[in-house]
């Protein structure tokens, strides 16, 4: 196999000094606050202006693209570090490959803002994650370049694996490329794919970008493996042949590896890895920041038939020394204008739901030695770091493997031990299965303590936690809680953890209305609800019962008090009724009951979650088919929530304003339920 007479032409006219220009590629202190100079960049409006550059341009086109990385981070905030990390990577995918013909496959697509830049989308990248801006992650329907949409992880060699498949189907001729990270590989679903990649014999380059990190630091034997073969300061080169070919990595030169009585140490079989034992063709590990060797590896991996590994190996914050030295706190940053705000002394913050949530665990650990944790690599935004470290023997980070999350917690409840799996709404759906077979039909006892409900903001639609009432409430031997503030979590997650069998607290992401935390932690009745405040008399004509799950309650609230004001001058045409429902399984019914006695003549539900299947539809079929004095009373019903439609990016006050879930919104669907 000869390398392309193209790529062969840019390598030998390269002199020397470029070369070594790439150990002289810039870092950085700081985040600009100003556009930078960018001449090389701003002449590639497409992939294909790659071509025409130099190596030694592209290796300034790196630098150039990582200062203005450095810069729109600053305007918009946003996943950081692991886009640093791959300025070369994915330089040297568009400048060897064809796209768009040629699929470039993104996991996660955490690292896919420098792919946005390249790709026609340089000057709106400031804009990324903002209302009307351009989505957090790629998304087919932005670009002809975004192949597959994405935002969980795990999920680009099956999805390159099916556009593989298509291609050969059809005769085409274009060639697939999947670029995943090793904290991604910890998922089941991507070594799923590469089996049957193997199987079907497909044509498949996966690019595994190794940076020993998802969020946190990468965990468990994948993470060891990799981490023995850079260790073992060897490579499987690949000659111009596309062939194997063992030999000390670069950086390895001129140190003889010898063993304790000073023989040379042999080669270790290096090539005996995970990657070959399944079948794939392994070429690795290389150094991912060096632009020549990259285009020489890749040129020729692409040449290769069947399925294909490149292993390389890259620096999450690559450029940037302080994400060099906190790669987990530089994982995602807020606006510059953002941080200056926040730098300023002011009165104490509110305590995150994460927070609280972590302050439960340590509290709970303390007076009961049953609590175990689990979490799918999700410890920071979970709130459990104080947890792991005052109590490490009972925490436990299975990687971003959630349908195992949820199954090793079933397996941990048989043995008389108490498990809580921390995580995300989103990722819930994943382990859904577990949930339903491995939990709930076998009556264990766990608890799941769902942080990120509702509408989670910049992320977008790919993270919102907008599904989980309505794939929760329909699965038997399982109680559901709502809290409507910090306190209330608080509380409800220490009820939910002493009760005997399965729990679900479902709180969203960000603070709440400031409550204070009542200690030591109470037990609230479970599937009892709350009469917040009543507005109006017993007289009133129309009596109104606003019956709210969640922390929509201050939201509502205030919605009430206004509606009460404009439509009630003389205190006795409406009565509202405003109930924090707690519970959405099971419903407290009694005190549905109870309002129905009382003449309510309409009823509204609020939640932040889908109006289909939410806790507004368990309302309806309780009083369709078991309330005692609905059909005598027959009251309006409206179910408020969010639309039949996925929410775009925004901010979350935004999207709750776009699905009419703002002060604004909830007042006019409250009158358009009384008119």
Not at 327 to 345: F, N, R
Not at 437 to 458: P, T
Not at 524 to 537: P, R
Request: glycine content about 8%; overall charge negative.
């Amino acid at each position: 196999m000869q390398q392309s007479p193209f790529l062969q032409s840019k390598l030998n006219a390269a002199p020397d000094a470029e070369a070594t220009s790439y150990a002289r590629q810039k870092s950085f202190n700081v985040i600009p606050s100003v556009r930078p100079v960018t001449p090389i960049l701003d002449t590639v409006d497409a992939p294909a202006d790659l071509k025409r550059l130099t190596v030694a341009e592209l290796i300034t086109l790196t630098d150039e693209l990582r200062e203005y990385l450095l810069y729109s981070a600053g305007l918009s905030g946003g996943h950081f570090g692991a886009n640093l990390g791959v300025v070369e990577l994915t330089v040297a995918l568009h400048f060897l490959l064809d796209a768009p013909a040629d699929q470039i496959v993104w996991d996660v697509g955490h690292q896919a803002y420098a792919h946005k830049i390249l790709t026609g989308r340089r000057e709106q990248i400031g804009s990324i994650r903002a209302k009307g801006g351009l989505t957090a992650f790629p998304e087919r329907a932005e670009s002809v370049f975004d192949t597959f949409g994405v935002g969980h992880s795990s999920t680009a060699i099956s999805a390159g694996l099916g556009m593989s498949l298509a291609l050969r189907y059809q005769k085409r001729p274009q060639k697939v490329a999947c670029i995943i990270g090793d904290g991604a590989m910890t998922g089941g679903m991507a070594f799923e794919a590469m089996n049957d990649a193997v199987q079907q014999d497909a044509d498949l380059l996966v690019i595994l970008n190794d940076n020993d990190m998802s969020i946190s630091c990468s965990i468990g034997g994948f993470s060891r493996h990799l981490a023995s073969l850079w260790e073992s300061g060897y490579q499987v080169d690949i000659d111009e042949h596309g062939q194997p070919d063992i030999k000390l990595r670069p950086e390895m030169q001129g140190f003889e590896r010898r063993g304790r009585h000073g023989k040379a140490r042999p080669i270790p079989k290096i090539e005996d890895n995970l990657f070959k034992a399944i079948g794939f063709s392994y070429f690795g590990p290389f150094d991912g920041h060096d632009i020549p060797e990259l285009l020489r590896v890749l040129s020729r991996a692409s040449q290769v038939s069947g399925p294909v590994l490149v292993h390389v190996y890259t620096t999450k914050g690559k450029g940037f020394l302080p994400a060099e030295a906190d790669p987990v706190g530089y994982h995602a940053i807020s606006k510059l204008a953002e941080t200056a705000k926040t730098d300023t002394p002011n009165s104490a913050p509110s305590l995150k739901f994460s927070e609280v949530f972590g302050q439960f665990l340590c509290d709970k650990a303390s007076v009961d030695d049953k609590l175990l944790a689990i979490t799918p690599a999700m410890e920071e935004g979970s709130g459990m770091t104080e947890f792991a470290r005052k109590f490490p023997e009972r925490f436990f980070d299975v990687a971003i493997a959630e349908q195992h999350a949820v199954t090793v917690a079933a397996g941990m409840a048989t043995q008389g031990v108490k498990p809580i799996v921390a995580i995300y709404s989103t990722f819930l759906q994943r382990g859904y299965d577990q949930l339903i077979h491995d939990v709930a039909l076998q009556d264990l006892d766990v608890m799941f303590a769902i942080d990120r409900a509702g509408l989670v903001g910049e992320d977008g639609a790919t993270h919102a936690g907008v599904f989980d009432f309505a794939f929760l409430r329909c699965i038997p031997n399982i109680v559901i809680a709502a809290p409507k503030d910090e306190n209330e979590c608080y509380q409800l997650l220490n009820t939910c953890f002493d009760h005997q069998g399965c729990t679900a607290v479902r709180y969203p992401r960000g603070s709440g209305t400031g409550a204070t935390i009542q200690k030591p932690a109470q037990h609230l009745q479970i599937g009892k609800a709350e009469v917040e405040e009543v507005f109006g008399n017993d007289t009133a004509r129309t009596k109104l019962a606003i019956l709210v799950f969640g922390t929509m309650l201050a939201t509502v609230q205030t919605a009430a008090k206004t509606l009460f004001a404009e439509n009630n001058a003389d205190k006795s045409d409406i009565q509202i009724h405003l109930v924090n429902m707690r519970w959405v399984k099971p419903l407290d019914s009694a005190l549905i009951e109870d309002l129905l006695e009382k003449g309510i003549t309409h009823i509204a539900t609020v939640e932040e979650h889908t109006v289909m299947g939410g806790a507004g539809s368990a309302v309806n079929e309780y009083l369709i088919n078991e309330s005692k004095r609905f059909r005598q009373y027959q009251p309006k019903i409206s179910n408020i929530g969010i639309p039949d439609y996925f929410i775009a990016h925004g901010s979350q006050s935004e999207q709750r304003a776009d699905a009419g879930l703002d002060v604004s919104g909830i007042k006019t669907s409250l009158n358009q339920l009384l008119a």
